[in-house]
């Protein structure tokens, strides 16, 4: 019998944190989202309204159940509020200095040496933030999809260091808890998904920069062609340009393999400011 989660602390409330909490806290778990700053959780819980608002409006949850699952959100900037948490799910920038850093503090903030630290990275190597616990045996890879609310899997991917109870309780978490699929894989970079995914994607960054073809055009051929939902320009829109340049550099770093390496067309977009659709341009133009 594994022991549920009942308390959750959710580091970064961006699109992957606020939607790892927003369905946490619809599946009954009391959730704390810690924010680097005040505007930035009151972004978070703007965010985080917004969408369950919008649940109501679809009628996939009453408004009593919207209530519930608010008063059971909390927002805080200070990383020792999560001390009593059963476990924490780190969602910051796929940075890999700010992530050791955390670990490191939450390690010391974290009072139950039974409770687990979770990251939500796409990329980074779990032993590494293992590495800047004292307990790697609790760390473990809990990958979510975006957007969370809708995508029904979860990668758990334990370290060479994870105990198996972690495992079975991470997975029970996400699972019986959330009600989401679960897949497990290796601590490779980019585990199952991005290992598949991202390489994808930057060919398409690559067919685009070398003129192959409109933006439209490489989309709609994959949408209309392949039936994916969206195509592979607006889904790294989607997932953030920096993020997908983030988990590119992890993969190229691990395999050294020119597939993994961005094109010099992503590098520019971003030095233009350019992250996709939550700066409100990428490959194409959002409105606010
Ligand atoms: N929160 C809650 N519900 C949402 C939502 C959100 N952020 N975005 C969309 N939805 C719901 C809508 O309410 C709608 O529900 P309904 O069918 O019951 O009315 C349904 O999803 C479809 O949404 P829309 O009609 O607005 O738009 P689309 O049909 O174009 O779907 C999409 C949008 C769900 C984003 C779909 O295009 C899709 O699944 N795209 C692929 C996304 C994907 O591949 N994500 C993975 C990225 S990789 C990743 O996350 C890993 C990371 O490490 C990089």
Wanted: hydrophobic share 45%; aromatic share 6%.
């Amino acid at each position: 019998m594994v022991t549920k989660i009942e308390r959750l602390g959710v580091v970064g409330g961006g699109q992957m944190g606020g939607g790892i909490a927003e369905v946490s806290a619809r599946a009954g778990i009391d959730v704390i989202v810690c924010e680097v700053s005040t505007e930035a959780a009151r972004v978070g819980r703007a965010r985080l309204w917004k969408s369950l608002n919008r649940g109501v409006e679809k009628g996939k949850l009453t408004e009593a159940e919207r209530d519930e699952a608010q008063s059971r959100l909390h927002f805080t900037t200070t990383v020792t509020d999560l001390d009593d948490r059963d476990m924490v799910i780190e969602a910051i920038a796929e940075d890999e200095g700010l992530k050791l850093k955390l670990f490191a503090e939450l390690d010391k903030v974290v009072s139950d040496p039974e409770a687990i630290l979770a990251s939500n990275t796409s990329s980074i190597p779990i032993a590494k933030l293992a590495g800047a616990t004292k307990r790697p045996e609790r760390v473990i890879g809990v990958h979510f999809f975006n957007p969370v609310p809708v995508l029904n899997l979860v990668e758990l991917v334990p370290s060479l260091l994870t105990a198996e109870d972690t495992v079975a309780r991470a997975t029970a978490f996400a699972g019986d808890q959330l009600g989401k699929e679960t897949i497990r894989a290796k601590d490779r970079s980019g585990f199952i998904v991005n290992a598949l995914l991202v390489p994808y994607l930057l060919s398409a960054i690559r067919m685009l920069e070398g003129g192959f073809a409109t933006a439209e055009d490489i989309d709609k051929g994959m949408v209309l062609g392949c039936a994916h939902p969206m195509g592979p320009l607006r889904l790294s829109d989607l997932v953030g340009l920096d993020t997908l340049k983030a988990i590119a550099d992890s993969l190229y770093a691990e395999y050294a393999e020119p597939t993994y390496a961005a094109p010099p067309l992503l590098q520019r977009m971003l030095d233009a400011g350019l992250k996709g659709k939550k700066t409100g341009k990428g490959f194409y133009t959002y409105g606010s």
